[in-house]
């Protein structure tokens, strides 16, 4: 059962070098998001893609790209690192079953991310 | 916009018995859901309990129960019987049944609290 499988689980970076972040679900769902954990700041939605071929912004976005490349696959990339990006950052997604949808998000491992 | 408070940053319970995590809310919506998530050490997110606001009644899973008090606006968790393996930062959660963008349902986080289990 893999569930969301996000890679790596550690990286280091220095300040203005690039990365892109990995996550893949296998429970062929619709929805994927992105967040960030800071200490203190809860979880916040950096963005999300309703299904394949979207993307929308979330609380968070400036600094930050996503591809939804397929159904499976959701990447976030940094494109010049700065220490603010210092985070622990989480993939998870969701299936609708409609307006009234109750499922829940299904969350990977999370990402360690440091920028120095 | 929805918030979500969890005022209590730190908390902490002897080995079998009971301790309630708190959770008030502010929303103008009237149907939505609520949600509590776990994570532990690992960093995993994984999910406790959910609640349908137009539910009267409160959620149980197995020692996890809610109090679910929509006019004040709280959700508060109870877990009974606490175990070892139940420390972990908790979060509370609130979904709008609304379309946001393009149709996905975004959750709004509190900040959590992080449960200490005494043996």
């Known amino acids: 059962n893999a569930g969301v499988t996000q890679t790596p689980k550690f990286q280091v970076l220095k300040t203005g070098q690039s990365m892109t972040l990995q996550c893949a679900q296998d429970m062929n769902h619709n929805s994927m998001y992105w967040y960030r954990q800071d200490p203190g700041m809860g979880l916040r939605l950096i963005y999300y893609?309703?299904?394949?071929?979207?993307?929308d912004k979330g609380e968070v976005p400036n600094g930050y790209n996503v591809s939804r490349l397929n159904k499976r696959e959701f990447s976030l990339r940094l494109e010049s690192a700065a220490p603010s990006q210092t985070s622990v950052y989480f993939c998870?997604?969701?299936?609708?079953?409609?307006?009234?949808?109750?499922?829940?998000?299904?969350f990977g491992d999370g990402t360690r991310l440091s920028i120095l | 916009a929805q918030t979500v408070t969890q005022s209590q940053p730190e908390m902490s319970v002897q080995e079998a018995e009971t301790v309630t995590l708190s959770c008030t809310y502010d929303?103008?919506?009237?149907?939505?859901?609520l949600f509590w998530y776990k994570q532990p050490p690992s960093r995993q997110m994984i999910l406790v309990i959910r609640?349908?606001?137009?539910?009267?009644q409160n959620a149980t899973e197995n020692r996890f129960s809610v109090n679910f008090q929509k006019a004040a606006k709280s959700f508060s968790l109870k877990i009974s019987d606490s175990q070892l393996g139940d420390a972990a930062m908790y979060f509370c959660a609130y979904r709008s049944p609304t379309y946001s963008g393009a149709g996905s349902y975004q959750l709004t986080f509190g900040k959590g609290t992080k449960l200490s289990v005494i043996p």
């Open positions: 609640q349908e606001a137009y539910k009267q």
């Open positions: 929303t103008s919506e009237s149907d939505y859901y």
């Open positions: 998870a997604s969701s299936d609708l079953m409609g307006p009234y949808s109750n499922q829940p998000q299904h």
């Open positions: 893609s309703a299904s394949e071929g979207t993307t």
